[in-house]
């Protein structure tokens, strides 16, 4: 196969290969990633923004390559809240390499989420010494609540 390259003066991104070359990456992926490298630094993502520059593909499609890039480690997303806790929105975080995910899940409250890994919840309550009396078996009397 030939290349013909063209002489480039303006109009180009120069992007890493690393990418490009994850085996782990569909094409779709790769060429999400690339469109959005070459897209301005202030540039503000969202699916629907996302949706609209690109045209031919649609919600469900950008958002299944941005899943897939987020489980490779080149995209982090964030919730963004407000002083009173309400949703306001996502911030994207795109790397041109993929990052080590942590061992631990982003949390606003660490601590809590610490807790959590030593004493893990189950949906059984514990079995450690039962009570081994019988229960009462007499009729407790009925209370009016219509009152």
Same mark, same amino acid.
């Given at each position: 196969?030939?290349?013909?390259?063209?002489? @480039?003066?303006?109009?180009?991104?120069?992007?890493?290969?690393?990418?490009?070359?994850?085996?782990?990456?569909?094409?779709?992926?790769? $060429?999400?990633?690339? %469109?959005?490298?070459?897209?301005?630094?202030?540039?503000?993502?969202?699916?629907? &923004?996302?949706? @609209?520059?690109?045209?031919? +593909? $649609? @919600?469900?499609?950008?958002?299944?390559?941005?899943?897939?890039? +987020?489980?490779? $480690?080149?995209?982090?997303?964030?919730?963004?809240?407000?002083?009173? &806790?309400?949703?306001?929105?996502? +911030? %994207?975080?795109?790397?041109?390499?993929?990052?080590?995910?942590?061992?631990?899940?982003?949390?606003?409250?660490?601590?809590?989420?610490?807790?959590?890994? *030593? +004493?893990?919840?189950?949906?059984?309550?514990?079995?450690?010494?039962?009570?081994?009396? *019988?229960?009462?078996?007499?009729?407790?009397?009925?209370?009016?609540?219509?009152?």
């Amino acid at each position: 196969m030939s290349i013909i390259r063209v002489e @480039k003066q303006q109009k180009y991104t120069c992007v890493s290969n690393v990418p490009l070359r994850d085996a782990r990456l569909s094409l779709k992926a790769r $060429g999400l990633i690339t %469109y959005c490298l070459s897209l301005p630094d202030n540039w503000t993502y969202s699916v629907s &923004g996302l949706v @609209k520059v690109i045209g031919t +593909e $649609g @919600k469900s499609s950008i958002q299944s390559a941005l899943h897939e890039l +987020e489980a490779c $480690g080149y995209l982090i997303r964030r919730r963004l809240h407000d002083n009173s &806790g309400k949703f306001t929105g996502t +911030e %994207y975080v795109l790397y041109e390499e993929p990052q080590i995910q942590a061992e631990q899940p982003f949390t606003e409250n660490r601590s809590m989420a610490v807790s959590e890994e *030593k +004493e893990p919840f189950t949906d059984f309550p514990s079995t450690v010494n039962p009570p081994t009396a *019988k229960p009462s078996t007499e009729n407790q009397p009925l209370q009016n609540t219509y009152s």
